[in-house]
């Protein structure tokens, strides 16, 4: 009974900023943890961001200092604001939820049991 969804992608431009939003139902965020992920085609799945039990964020080395999670204060939407866009940054991000995760899964994308239907991030150069 868990829904998923995304929503912010767009086409910007190398150096621009983008806002994504999650919204997840049916779901308690302080047992648990959300995140985002992001594909590129042909590459796998890669870890990008994640607040573990509504409290605690983990961010992606590659897009450490440039992008940012947060949740609002009623836990059910959570958002990515990413800044200093790159080509290298253009992917479908998804946005995931995993109950019960402990803090050493919170990077791996199997551990997380539902998941949005992504939405796509264009970064010109």
């Known amino acids: 009974q868990v829904q998923v969804a995304e929503s912010g992608g767009g086409l910007v431009q190398a150096g621009g900023s983008l806002r994504l939003s999650c919204s997840i139902s049916?779901?308690?965020?302080?047992?648990?943890?959300m995140g985002w992920f992001r594909q590129a085609p042909g590459k796998e799945r890669e870890f990008v961001a994640t607040?573990?039990?509504?409290?605690?964020?983990y961010v992606a080395d590659s897009v450490k200092g440039r992008f940012t999670i947060s949740r609002d204060n009623a836990g059910q939407t959570v958002i990515l604001q990413m800044n200093s866009l790159k080509a290298e940054d253009t992917a479908v991000y998804y946005c995931?939820?995993?109950?019960?995760?402990?803090?050493?899964?919170?990077?791996?994308?199997?551990?997380?049991?539902?998941w949005g239907q992504g939405t796509q991030v264009t970064v010109s150069s």
């Open positions: 607040i573990h039990r509504g409290a605690s964020t």
């Open positions: 995931a939820a995993g109950p019960g995760l402990i803090t050493s899964s919170l990077r791996n994308a199997g551990a997380y049991r539902y």
């Open positions: 049916g779901f308690t965020f302080r047992s648990g943890a």
